[in-house]
C-alpha cells in the first residue's frame, strides 16, 4: 500500500455535509478494523453490523491490516485512499476516515480542532482528546474511504434489548399481566391520599364532620392493609418471573457458546466471556423491573397529567415546563453518561481477565518468583476500574442532584403559582393540596421512567456484549440427522489447504494424506510447520479452506460434528484437568462407562500404580487443571481419559513429552497392542520409529512420507531431523 500526501481540495469535492458517525463497538481485541469499516459504511448509509464485516474483512486470530481493511472496503463499492497525513491537513477534512493509533489499533476521526480531536474508538466510544495526545498516538497512517458510483445504501434491522426482552416476556404472557395488574392496582393507590386530602380540607374540616373523619380513618386502614397485600403479591411474582426468566436466559446463552466453533474462542479471553455470562443476570436484573416501570409509569405520566390539567391548565403548564426541563437536562448528560459506562465496562473486562489469567497461571507465578510484578500488572487494571466506576458514580449523582433540585423548584412553583388562583378563588384549598400530590406522584414516576429509560440504555450495552455470543453463527448450522458413524478409523484429506482467515497467509498448503485403519501415523517436523494445525482439522475444530477430509469414505458434512469426535480419543499440548475426581476426569460424566474400562483405561496409560497409591483412589478430587498432579501424572490421566471410550482413532499430540524414557516406553508398549487407529506428534522422534507411515511437514506442507527405514535411506529433511537429535 503506497502513502501519498493528500489532496484535501479532492477529498473535500463530494462530501462536506457534517453529521455524526454511528457508534459501533468491538466485541473482541482483533476486530476493531472491522468495526471502523463497519462504522463508516454505516455512516454513508450502508448499515452493517461488526459480526458481518468480520466475516468480510476475515479476521483471523491476529487481527487485519490496513491493506486488507482497504480490500474489503472496496468490496463494499468504496473509492479508498490511504494517506500519510499531518495534524494541520487533518483539520481540512470534513468527513471521517480510518487511522492507525499506537502501531496497535484503528479508530475513526470524526473531526479536528485547533485544540483538539474528536475519535471513535471502538473498545470505548466516542472520545474527545487533546492535541498532544492525539499526536502522540496517531501514526500518522490514514485511510479515506468515500462512495463510488456503485454504492447502495441499505437498511438492517437492529436487534435491541427491549426487543429481544420482550419476546421473552411473550412466553410468559399469564405471568406478566398478573404482574401488570397489580403493579396498576398499587399505582392507583397513589391517587386516594390526594383524594382523601381533598375531601378532609374541603368537606370535613369545614362543617365539622367528625364521624365522617373517623369513617375515613378506617378507610385508611383498609387501604393501607390491602396495599401491603398487594405489594406482597407483586414481589412474589417478580421474583416467579426475575427466575423463569433468568434460567431460560442463561441456558440459551450457555447453550449457544457451546455451539459455536474453536475458532471464536481462540479470538477472545476467558475473562471477557466470563463477563458476558454474568452481563445475562446483570441485564436481567436491569430489564424485569425496567420493561414494567416503562409501561406502567409512562401511562401514569399521561394519566397525572391530564388530571392536571383538567383541574387547571395553568399549573399543568408549568408541570409540563419543569418535566421538559427534566427530559432536556437527561439527554444532554446521557452521551457523556454513556462513554463513562462503556469505558467502565471495558475497564472491569481487562481486570477480570487479567485477575483469571494470574490464577490460571499461578504455577508459573510461584515458581518464577514474579508475585510482585503481577500485582504491579495487576494493581492499575484494578484502580482504573476503579477510576471509572467512580466517574460513573460521580456523573449518575450529579443528574439524581438536579433532577431533584427540578423537583423541587416545581412543587415551589407549584405552590406559588397555585396559592395566586387560591386567592384568586380560581380554586380550593383543597384542590391545591390534591394537586401538589398529585404533581408529586406526576414527578416520581416520571423519574423513574427518565431512569429506566437511562437503565434500557445501559442494558443496552451489556445486550451488545452478549449479542456477540447470540449472534455468531454456530459451529454446525444444519446437523445431519442421523449422523455418520465412524467404526473403521480411516481418514483421508483430499488437497486440503488452510489458512485462519481469508486475507493470512497460508498455513497447510494441499495436503494430501490417506491414513488407513489401524496405521500409526506420525507428524513430525519442526516448530510452527503445521503438526498441530492438522491435528484441530482432524478433528473438525478448524474447517479446510479448500479441499475436503474424509472420514471412512465419508465427507465432513455426514457427521455430526460432536458425533464425530467422541469417536477420538484426544490428547492436545493444553489438555484440561477439570476439579472434581480422577474418575470424573476420565468419564467425563459418560455414566455408560462401567469402572472396568475406567481401571484398564488407568493401566493402559501406565497411570493404576499413582492412582492406587493415592488415599482415595479414583475417588481423589483434583484442583482445576489438575494441579496438584505432576506434569507426568497429567499427560497419563488425560491419556487414560482418551482411551476409556474405546476409540476408532487416538490422536496424541506430544501427549507423553513429560514422561521419563521408561515409563514413555510402557506406554508405548501398551498402545502397540490397540487395534484403533493412533495418530502420533512427537519431537522426540525416537518414540516414532516403529510407525506404519511418517509424514514430514516443513512450512505447512508435506514434503516426505514413509516407513523409518525408508526415509533414512532416502537421506532428507526426515534424516536431518534424527541426526540433529542423534
Not at 471 to 498: C, W
Amino acid at each position: 500500500m503506497i502513502f501519498t500526501k493528500p489532496n484535501t481540495n479532492q477529498l473535500l469535492k463530494r462530501y462536506t455535509q457534517r453529521r455524526k458517525v454511528p457508534v459501533l463497538l468491538q466485541m473482541s481485541q482483533i476486530e476493531c478494523g472491522a468495526a471502523c469499516l463497519a462504522m463508516i459504511l454505516t455512516y454513508y448509509g450502508y448499515e452493517m453490523s461488526v459480526a458481518e464485516c468480520r466475516e468480510r474483512c476475515g479476521v483471523g486470530r491476529d487481527g487485519i491490516s490496513a491493506k486488507t481493511l482497504a480490500q474489503a472496503a472496496r468490496s463494499y463499492q468504496l473509492e479508498v485512499k490511504a494517506f500519510s497525513f499531518t495534524y494541520e491537513s487533518l483539520l481540512a477534512l470534513r468527513q471521517p476516515i480510518i487511522i492507525h493509533w499506537n502501531f496497535n489499533h484503528f479508530v475513526v476521526l470524526e473531526r479536528t480542532t485547533e485544540t483538539y480531536a474528536e475519535i471513535i474508538d471502538p473498545n470505548f466510544g466516542r472520545r474527545r482528546i487533546d492535541k498532544a495526545e492525539f499526536l502522540t498516538a496517531f501514526t500518522g497512517v490514514s485511510l479515506v474511504m468515500q462512495p463510488s458510483a456503485s454504492f447502495q445504501r441499505r437498511k438492517i434491522r437492529r436487534e435491541t434489548i427491549l426487543q429481544n426482552y420482550i419476546q421473552l416476556l411473550t412466553q410468559h404472557k399469564t405471568l406478566f399481566f398478573q404482574l401488570i395488574f397489580t403493579s396498576i392496582l398499587l399505582q392507583l393507590g397513589g391517587l386516594v391520599v390526594p383524594l382523601f386530602t381533598k375531601i378532609v380540607i374541603d368537606t370535613v374540616i369545614p362543617q365539622a364532620l367528625i364521624h365522617g373523619m373517623t369513617l375515613i380513618a378506617l378507610a385508611i386502614m383498609v387501604f393501607i392493609a390491602m396495599q401491603g397485600v398487594i405489594q406482597l403479591l407483586r414481589q412474589q411474582l417478580t421474583i416467579y418471573l426475575q427466575t423463569k426468566l433468568d434460567l431460560q436466559i442463561m441456558q440459551r446463552f450457555f447453550r449457544h457458546l457451546l455451539a459455536l466453533p474453536f475458532v471464536f474462542f481462540e479470538q477472545r479471553s476467558s475473562g471477557d466471556l466470563l463477563m458476558r455470562l454474568n452481563s445475562n443476570t446483570i441485564m436481567r436484573e436491569l430489564i424485569t423491573s425496567q420493561v414494567l416501570t416503562l409501561i406502567l409509569d409512562g401511562s401514569l405520566v399521561l394519566g397525572y397529567f391530564l388530571l392536571i390539567w383538567w383541574q387547571s391548565n395553568v399549573l399543568a403548564a408549568i408541570v409540563l415546563g419543569f418535566a421538559l426541563l427534566e427530559i432536556g437536562l437527561v439527554l444532554l448528560a446521557q452521551s457523556r453518561l454513556r462513554e463513562i459506562i462503556n469505558q467502565d465496562l471495558d475497564a472491569q473486562a481487562k481486570a477480570q481477565g487479567f485477575l483469571v489469567e494470574a490464577l490460571n497461571g499461578m504455577t508459573t507465578i510461584k515458581a518464577s518468583g514474579i508475585e510482585q510484578q503481577v500485582y504491579e500488572q495487576w494493581s492499575p487494571r484494578y484502580t482504573n476500574q476503579l477510576v471509572w466506576s467512580l466517574r460513573r458514580s460521580r456523573a449518575s449523582a450529579v443528574i439524581d442532584t438536579a433532577i431533584n433540585c427540578i423537583h423541587m423548584s416545581a412543587v415551589l412553583g407549584l405552590l406559588w403559582f397555585g396559592t395566586q388562583l387560591v386567592l384568586n378563588q380560581q380554586l380550593s384549598t383543597g384542590s391545591l393540596l390534591a394537586l401538589l400530590g398529585i404533581a408529586g406522584a406526576f414527578f416520581a414516576p416520571l423519574a423513574m421512567l427518565i431512569r429506566t429509560v437511562q437503565n434500557i440504555q445501559l442494558a443496552n450495552l451489556y445486550f451488545q456484549r452478549i449479542a456477540d455470543v447470540l449472534h455468531s453463527n454456530v459451529e454446525q448450522p444444519n446437523k445431519p440427522t442421523p449422523s455418520a458413524l465412524m467404526s473403521a478409523g480411516q481418514i483421508e484429506l483430499r488437497d486440503v489447504s488452510f489458512r485462519y482467515s481469508t486475507h493470512s497467509p497460508i498455513v497447510l498448503k494441499n495436503i494430501q494424506l490417506t491414513i488407513k485403519p489401524g496405521q500409526k501415523v506420525a507428524l513430525v517436523g519442526k516448530t510452527g510447520s503445521g503438526k498441530s494445525t492438522l491435528a484441530k482439522l482432524l478433528l473438525g475444530m478448524y474447517q479446510p479452506s479448500s479441499g475436503a477430509i474424509y472420514y471412512d469414505k465419508q465427507p465432513t458434512e455426514a457427521f455430526d460434528l460432536a458425533t464425530l469426535r467422541q469417536q477420538f480419543g484426544v490428547v492436545l499440548q493444553d489438555t484440561f484437568l477439570f476439579s472434581g475426581s480422577i474418575r470424573q476426569n476420565i468419564t467425563l460424566q459418560r455414566h455408560d462407562l462401567k469402572l472396568a474400562q475406567v481401571i484398564e483405561a488407568c493401566q493402559q496409560a501406565a497411570i493404576a500404580s499413582d492412582i492406587e497409591a493415592m488415599p482415595m483412589g479414583l475417588e481423589t478430587i483434583l484442583a482445576e487443571g489438575g494441579s496438584s498432579l505432576s506434569g507426568g501424572q497429567r499427560q497419563r490421566l488425560a491419556l487414560a481419559r482418551a482411551l476409556v471410550h474405546q476409540p476408532s482413532v487416538l490422536l496424541l499430540d506430544e501427549a507423553t513429552s513429560h514422561l521419563d524414557v521408561a515409563t514413555e516406553a510402557e506406554v508405548d508398549r501398551n498402545l502397540n497392542h490397540l487395534a484403533c487407529t493412533r495418530i502420533v506428534i512427537a519431537h522426540r522422534l525416537s518414540t516414532i520409529v516403529n510407525a506404519d507411515l511418517i509424514v514430514v511437514l516443513r512450512d505447512g506442507q508435506i514434503i516426505e512420507q514413509g516407513r523409518h527405514e525408508e526415509l533414512l535411506a532416502q537421506a532428507g529433511y526426515y534424516a536431518q531431523l534424527i541426526q540433529q537429535q542423534a
